[in-house]
Each structure stands twice: as C-alpha cells, then as structure tokens.
C-alpha cells in the first residue's frame, strides 16, 4: 500500500520523538519514501543523523540551508503524498492553526496541497488547554487528520491523556490517510479468531488460530471508509482503531453476537476459525484426574455462514476454508453450499502465522492465486476484489 509513497515525516521536539525512528523503519519496510523534516527543538531530543540513516534520505531542519541543487521546501511540498506531523507539540498544532510559517516545517505544511496527519504528545494539562483543543478543533474542521493522543504514563511523571498513539495505530492512520475510500457506505461485519467450547470451568475445545487475519480485515475496512463491527474469539491483539469489537468465547455466543449485526450488513467476511464440535455436556465442577478414563461426547456446532447464506438477500458473504487436500474443490463445494460470493482457501499453515499463501474463489468460477504476502496485504487484495465484483453487481 505505502509502495513509492512520498511521505514527508515532520518531527518535532518533544519527548517522543524517538519514536518517529522506529515510524521511519516501519514505513520504508512497507516501501514508502520518507523525507524527514525535523524541527530545531526536535533534533535536541534525537540526532539528525540517526533519523537519516533509517530513513535513508537527508534529514532538513534549515528552511535557510536546504541544498538548493537538489531540492527546495516548495518541491519538498509538492512532491508529497502525505504530510505526517509525529510527534506534533501543542506549538506546532498552535502555529499551524494560526497560520505561522516560521520554519520549514510549518512552511511545507502551509505550502503542500497533501493531506496532512498529526500525531500529538504532550502533557495532559497541555492537552486539555482550551485553546490547544480549539486549535485542533479547527484543524479537524479543516481537513487535517489526527491520530492520538492515548491515555497513559507521561514522560513527565504524570497520568493522564497526552501519551503519543501507539506506533502501529500510526501506520493505520497514514495508510487509512492514503486509502481509497471505496467501502464508505458500507456497513462490514468480521469475525476473527477461534471458538472455545468448554468442557468444564478450566478446559475447552479450540484451535491455534491467531485472528491476526480478521483483524486485518476489519483493519483494511475501516481505513477504506466502511463501518465496521469485528466479532471476535479470545486472541491477543489489539481493537482496531475505529472499529466496534465485540468479544465472545464460544461459537453459540459468536452466533448470537453475529445474528445482532448481521440484519444491517452489507458485507460479510467470516475470517473466524469457528469449532465444528462441542461437548453435549458441560461439567459444572473441574474434572480431576482419579476420575474414572472418560470419554467425551462431542455434538456438532452450529454453521453460522450457512445460516447467513440461507438468509442472504443483497448481502456479500465471503468465507474462508482450511483444507488439507484439494483445496480448490473443497472450497468451491463449500461456497455454493454457503451461498457466498467468494471463499478464501488456504492450508493449514496459515494458521497463527502473519502471513499465508491464499486462493481467492468467486461465485463465477475465478479462480486466483495469490503469492505468499503478509495477511495485512491479502486482505487489501480481498477487499480489491469484493469492491470490483460489487461494482460489477
Ligand atoms: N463456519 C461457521 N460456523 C461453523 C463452522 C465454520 O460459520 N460452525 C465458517 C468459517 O468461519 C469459514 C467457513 O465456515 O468461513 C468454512 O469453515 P471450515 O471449518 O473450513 O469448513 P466447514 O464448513 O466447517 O467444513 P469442514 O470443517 O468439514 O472442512
């Protein structure tokens, strides 16, 4: 997604600001280029040198100094596909309200026509200055994006709300700045994770996924405008921002939790690794081991996406299959089953891994196989495909 993207890192002084290193590293790994500009405050807190060599391009703090034969803040500006202020003062946020150019960074802020994303840092007082909340007020009015900032311990030994956002809600935040918002509109419903069906208070049934591909998912949606509800299994990953998650255990409280907000749906995708099984009985009190050998009656779980299908309507419905032997056959039988619009295939080894190798099958008999790629880039390419088949009714 951020492959040749120019992206323009304003760095400012504040206690932060190392973190705009570990920023940078992330977005050249996805293939953006970033072209730091820090301000004087900022290079006291982290060393031009550092920010450079990560990000791989010079690092320009002097609007008076700039290498004139290479570049200058006008073409800085231009050549942007965003502006990313991380971490942003309340000076900054305060200069660029009022309209003060008196730096190159606020300079190509003033003078780029790229949207532009802030991520402010400072202490909660300062944060809660009402003329700092009017200057954000404003700037959102205007069109500036803001990411953060989070509740939590503060460098200066305080508590309170101020704290930087986290790292990876940045780099949702710049991608959601340079998504195209093709799903806005479009209420989507995810399920992620795996079910666990208790045996008794201590033990269940379950498997080893991760939700990481679900997550991505409802991650993807929401950055291309839709709004999004994840119903999710016991995983450990962080809520998605912007996303309503709904936590559940068992696949009988998946279903309930589904059925909710499936009548409003517009588009389903259910990522869940929903167990087939269940036990017929659930022991009140923990089996203990001088128990008697016992055997498990197991009875079969509810298939949620089958009952979705029955009641479809002009509802797109996307499955996933886990197959071990032909997974082409398999998946497809189970799409004209489920009445879905595409199936997602894959092996078993995608399972708690961060990325998979995928097979994209649709209602029409398409049949594409995706390289291995990072599960947050399958589902850019899923969502690709649910956006153009809709387009094409
Ligand atoms: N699914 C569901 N409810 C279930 C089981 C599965 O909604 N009780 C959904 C899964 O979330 C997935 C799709 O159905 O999107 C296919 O799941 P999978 O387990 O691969 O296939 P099954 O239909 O359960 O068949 P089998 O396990 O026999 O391969």
Not at 135 to 150: A, D, Q, R, S
Not at 211 to 232: F, H, Q
Request: charged share 25%; glycine share 8%.
């Amino acid at each position: 997604m951020l492959e040749g993207k120019n992206i323009i890192l304003g760095v400012t002084g504040g206690i932060a600001a190392y973190k705009a290193l570990e920023l940078t590293r992330l977005l050249k790994k996805e293939g953006a280029c970033v072209w730091p500009v820090m301000t004087d405050a900022a290079t006291k807190f982290i060393g031009p040198l550092s920010l450079a060599t990560l990000a791989g391009n010079p690092v320009y703090t002097d609007i008076f100094t700039l290498d004139r034969a290479s570049i200058d803040h006008i073409e800085l500006a231009d050549r942007a596909d965003l502006l990313a202020v991380v971490p942003a003062t309340a000076n900054l946020i305060g200069k660029v309200a009022s309209g003060i150019a008196d730096n190159l960074l606020t300079t190509v802020i003033m003078a780029s026509p790229a949207p532009v994303l802030i991520a402010p840092a400072m202490n909660h007082r300062m944060y809660a200055n009402p003329v700092v909340r009017a200057n954000i007020e404003k700037l959102e009015e205007l069109g500036y994006l803001f990411v953060g900032p989070e509740r939590g311990e503060l460098a200066c030994g305080w508590e309170g709300e101020g704290r930087l956002a986290k790292i990876e809600d940045v780099m949702d935040a710049v991608k959601a700045a340079l998504s195209p918002k093709d799903l806005e509109g479009e209420k989507v419903l995810v399920t992620a994770g795996a079910t666990r069906e208790p045996i008794d208070p201590v033990r269940f049934i379950s498997n080893a996924s991760s939700g990481k591909m679900g997550y991505a998912l409802a991650r993807a949606a929401r950055r291309r405008g839709a709004e999004v509800v994840l119903v999710s299994g016991p995983v450990h990953l962080a809520d998605p921002p912007g996303v309503t998650v709904k936590r559940v255990e068992s696949s009988a409280e998946m279903r309930d939790e589904v059925l909710i907000h499936y009548p409003q749906s517009t588009v389903v995708m259910m990522a869940a690794a929903v167990s087939d099984f269940r036990p017929v009985l659930r022991r009140t009190g923990k089996i203990k081991k001088d128990t008697e050998p016992i055997a498990l009656e197991l009875e079969r779980t509810p298939d949620i996406l089958m009952e979705m299908g029955r009641n479809k309507d002009e509802r797109f419905l996307v499955g996933f299959a886990l197959e071990t032997e032909d997974l082409v056959g398999n998946a497809t039988e189970k799409l004209r089953e489920k009445n879905l619009d595409i199936i997602v295939a894959n092996g078993p080894e995608a399972i708690d891994s961060d990325t998979s190798r995928v097979t994209l099958i649709d209602r029409g008999g398409g049949v594409e196989n995706l390289s291995p790629m990072d599960k947050e880039e399958i589902a850019e390419r899923l969502l690709d495909k649910v956006v153009s088949m809709k387009k094409a009714g």
